[in-house]
């Protein structure tokens, strides 16, 4: 089963990856730790946040989130500066309350600086709101179902996994270029037949 891990595998990883370099003058497989710690975490945290009746909050996020589709496909023409300043829009919400705890668990694990693991959060951010936006959109999901995006997003569930998957795999020349499913399902069942997802058996972001 896939997860938003499988977006390291992806041209939009790493674009990601190297745009957190270039801020952060950390080395890639630092990055990419970080990042393989943090998109879940925040997945989780936003499962708590329904849990804490914060769902109308999070379903409107989602639906108000910019030109999701239109913002991946030109992600690497962005410059950092630009996307951290998206990121930085969403920090009332979603680096609210308890988001210092996945922040100094990060930075603990890591050996990171707070500043550098804070940057690649601002950048992480608006792509990780763009798949789950463009994920709601394309299958119409009701706020009472977000639950289960978020458990497809990471590796529990099934249910959109293909969906996700569509939104950030692609095979492009130009790697930026997010394919319609149709495009790709012959890819994706490559990956999503060999392996389970590693997070399987996550359950919430505490």
Do not use: W
């Not at 379903?59 to 500066?81: C, D, G, T, W, Y």
């Not at 308890?98 to 690649?120: G, M, R, W, Y």
């Not at 463009?134 to 977000?146: D, F, G, Q, S, V």
Request: charged content about 25%; aromatic content about 6%.
């Amino acid at each position: 089963m896939a997860s938003i891990l499988d977006l390291f595998k992806t041209s939009i990883g790493k674009i990601l990856i190297k745009k957190s370099e270039e801020v952060t003058g950390e080395q890639e497989n630092k990055i990419s730790t970080i990042l393989s710690m943090l998109l879940p975490l925040t997945l989780g945290k936003f499962k708590n946040d329904i849990i804490e009746d914060h769902r109308d909050s999070l379903n409107e996020m989602l639906i108000q989130a910019p030109v999701p589709r239109e913002f991946l496909q030109s992600l690497h023409e962005k410059s950092s500066k630009e996307i951290i300043a998206c990121g930085k829009e969403y920090e009332e919400f979603i680096l609210g309350k308890n988001f210092d705890k996945i922040s100094e668990t990060i930075v603990n694990a890591t050996e990171t600086s707070l500043e550098n693991v804070e940057k690649i959060t601002d950048l992480a951010i608006p792509v990780l709101v763009a798949i789950l936006s463009i994920a709601k959109t394309r299958n119409n999901i009701p706020k009472y179902e977000l639950e289960i995006l978020l458990d497809s997003a990471l590796g529990i569930s099934s249910k959109y996994s293909n969906s996700l998957n569509s939104i950030i795999f692609s095979h492009n020349t130009d790697p930026n270029i997010i394919k319609d499913p149709s495009e790709i399902v012959v890819t994706q069942q490559k990956y999503t037949s060999k392996k389970e997802s590693i997070l399987k058996g996550f359950t919430s972001g505490k």
